[in-house]
T-cell receptor, first 114, second 113 residues
Framework: GDSVTQMEGPVTLSEEAFLTINCTYTATGYPSLFWYVQYPGEGLQLLLKATKADDKGSNKGFEATYRKETTSFHLEKGSVQVSDSAVYFCALSDQGAGGFKTIFGAGTRLFVKA | DAGVIQSPRHEVTEMGQEVTLRCKPISGHDYLFWYRQTMMRGLELLIYFNNNVPIDDSGMPEDRFSAKMPNASFSTLKIQPSEPRDSAVYFC???????????FGSGTQLSVL
């Protein structure tokens, strides 16, 4: 079945450092890909998405490019801030018999130090 | 819109007791999902509904878990009897047909002692 694998955390960075969180996926169809973010004590929020190969999703300085050849959707940000500390989830959404079902990776916790 | 509303925010109970978690999806959303989040297993999809009908419950761990959606604005997830290994954060999420973005509630932190 469909699955998402992302790098284990926690990831600890200093403010203004470059961020990469790796994500790869397995899917039988042609899924859409997402990054969700979870701030402490809250539910997940959509950060960005890409719906087809070579699409780049971007939001709040974060970017990810849908790479079909490597089945990857790595999250990047050029300069992180303390406020980016959160848990980041890679996810895919694929069409099944009952409509779209979203499958999440295990999440990667990011700590950004001032 | 108030967003997806879950209650209670926190639940502490003793092993063997019945636990009921509640969710109100966003008005107009016809899909509702229940997820469980643990350190060991991450975010797992338990069950989802479309137009109040359960579509896929393959993620429900065992018969102790049951979920219902009696109408478009309310769903429950029940655990009976509860066990310590059920301790987790349970999230409800909803979306509309044709849209892939999920809207999550704030979750219920369940502790079974």
């Amino acid at each position: 079945g469909d699955s998402v694998t992302q790098m284990e955390g926690p990831v600890t960075l200093s403010e203004e450092a470059f961020l990469t969180i790796n994500c790869t996926y397995t899917a039988t169809g042609y899924p859409s890909l997402f990054w969700y973010v979870q701030y402490p004590g809250e539910g997940l929020q959509l950060l960005l998405k890409a719906t087809k190969a070579d699409d780049k999703g971007s939001n709040k300085g974060f970017e990810a490019t849908y790479r079909k050849e490597t089945t990857s959707f790595h999250l990047e940000k050029g300069s992180v801030q303390v406020s980016d500390s959160a848990v980041y989830f890679c996810a895919l959404s694929d069409q099944g018999a009952g409509g779209f079902k979203t499958i999440f990776g295990a999440g990667t916790r990011l700590f950004v130090k001032a | 819109d108030a967003g997806v509303i879950q209650s209670p925010r926190h639940e502490v109970t003793e092993m063997g007791q019945e636990v009921t978690l509640r969710c109100k999806p966003i008005s107009g959303h016809d899909y509702l999902f229940w997820y469980r989040q643990t350190m060991m297993r991450g975010l797992e999809l338990l069950i989802y509904f479309n137009n109040n009908v359960p579509i896929d419950d393959s993620g429900m761990p065992e018969d102790r878990f049951s979920a219902k959606m009696p109408n478009a604005s309310f769903s429950t997830l029940k655990i009976q009897p509860s066990e310590p290994r059920d301790s987790a954060v349970y999230f409800c999420a909803s979306r509309k047909t044709g849209e892939e973005k999920l809207f999550f509630g704030s979750g219920t932190q369940l502790s079974v002692l």
